[in-house]
């Protein structure tokens, strides 16, 4: 199986500042890469899809990067609204794998 | 607007079975791949099983393969997850999920029923 390892697991921040989460793949997955949303009591919502592509409805500040084994995703300006956990996941071989998880919390 | 709304959650005693439903709507159910994601409590999010639109192919989790069967049923607009031989670390919300392809991304998802398997 295709191991996702995100980091870091807890990142604490301040509204306003820049986010960036990475997450590896222990083989090469190409672009085959979504990252989801997750707050707590609540169910994964998709933010980005095929490394890059933000889904429909997703604020602009968000963005996705990367290819091959390594990604990032990417808050512009932390918003109160953000503060929650992000998963990655790769879709390129079954099993689909998540990452552990990265939880934004305030500093 | 899509809906996937599981039921079928409690508790289970370890060796024990449970079935679970999710009930789609909003959307052409026969179109779709279909998936189960779980979460055991405080933990990360875990790929379960996944199933092609007319039941033909499926795919699982090692951890599950032989003991749950995923199915469908698409005159109810229903996917199903039967757990056979549970065990205490199944114990997990369970949420149904809508897959893009026969290998993607989950783009609508329910709200999630609880499973615990305990004495």
């Known amino acids: 199986d295709i191991q996702m390892t995100q980091s870091p697991s807890t990142l604490s921040t301040s509204i306003g500042d820049r986010v960036t989460i990475t997450c590896r793949a222990s083989?090469?997955?190409?672009?085959?890469l979504a990252w989801y949303q997750q707050k707590p009591g609540k169910a994964p919502k998709l933010l980005i899809y095929?490394?890059?592509y933000l889904e429909t409805g997703v604020p602009s500040r968000f963005s996705g990067s990367g290819s091959g084994t390594e990604f990032t995703l990417t808050i512009s300006s932390l918003q109160p609204d953000d503060l929650a956990t992000y998963y990655c996941q790769q879709y390129d071989v079954y099993s689909l794998t998540f990452g552990g998880g990265t939880k934004v919390e305030i500093k | 607007e899509v809906q996937l709304v599981e039921s079928g959650g409690g508790l289970v005693h370890p060796g024990g079975s449970l079935r679970l439903s999710c009930a789609a709507s909003g959307f052409t159910f026969t179109s779709y791949w279909m998936t189960w994601v779980r979460q055991a409590p405080g933990k990360g999010l875990q790929w379960v099983a996944s199933i092609k639109q007319d039941g033909s192919e499926e795919f699982y989790v090692d951890s599950v393969k032989g003991r749950f069967t995923i199915s469908r049923d698409n005159a109810k607009n229903s996917l199903y997850l039967q757990m056979n031989s549970l065990r205490a670390e199944d114990t997990a919300v369970y949420y149904c999920?809508?897959?893009?392809?026969?290998?993607?991304?989950?783009?609508?998802w329910g709200q999630g029923t609880l499973v615990t398997v305990s004495s």
């Open positions: 083989q090469n997955i190409g672009s085959w």
């Open positions: 095929k490394a890059s």
């Open positions: 999920a809508r897959m893009t392809g026969w290998r993607s991304y989950f783009d609508y």
